[in-house]
């Protein structure tokens, strides 16, 4: 869902006070549910949409014209996770890693959710901004510094990924009686 605010609460948040506060209480939802889709961690999230929203007030002044709001606070958003999920994977050492990897139950069907955390960083992060937030990829590009043309690949990557994992899930999954009996025939 892409982030809806209110007429003007952009140029008097501008100016500080309650405004302010009230257009990162508006914010605060989509840029954690943002940071949880990229790092798939809660606390991380937490602290990665908390540094965005702070980084959000602190740069508002800055911010040439307000109708660019939305993708320049995604832009926030989008590299405040990011740089936590390499911090993250810069921290992990190669034990855990490995006994994550055990953990997993390759025999549970994969869902979406699955399938989009098993995305790298930075074709989930296009795909969220893409379909969650619903910008297109000239915006996503202006968001993560990246060029329209990486964004463009790493969707069709991202999209080839999930299809067939999600075409895999399908594979698994028992047929209904009615194809059952067609296949018999």
């Not at 795909?127 to 937030?133: E, F, Q, T, V």
């Amino acid at each position: 869902m892409p982030l809806v605010l209110e007429n003007g609460l952009v140029d008097s948040a501008r100016l500080g006070g309650p405004s302010l506060e009230r257009l990162i209480v508006a914010v605060w939802p989509e840029a954690y549910r943002i940071a949880f889709s990229i790092l798939r961690d809660r606390g991380l999230a937490e602290d990665a949409a908390q540094e965005a929203c702070a980084s959000i007030a602190r740069s508002l002044p800055t911010l040439k014209s307000t109708n660019g709001f939305a993708a320049w606070s995604y832009k926030i958003i989008t590299n405040h996770a990011i740089t936590t999920a390499r911090q993250r994977s810069r921290i992990q050492t190669a034990d855990a890693l490995d006994d994550r990897a055990a953990q997993i139950d390759r025999s549970d069907a994969m869902d979406i959710e699955k399938a989009l955390a098993a995305l790298p960083v930075a074709q989930r992060s296009a795909i969220l901004l893409h379909y969650y937030a619903g910008l297109a990829s000239s915006e996503i590009a202006a968001a993560t510094g990246l060029s329209a043309s990486t964004i463009r690949f790493h969707l069709m990557l991202a999209r080839r990924t999930l299809r067939r994992a999600l075409s895999a899930e399908e594979a698994t999954i028992a047929p209904t009686s009615e194809e059952a009996i067609h296949h018999v025939h």
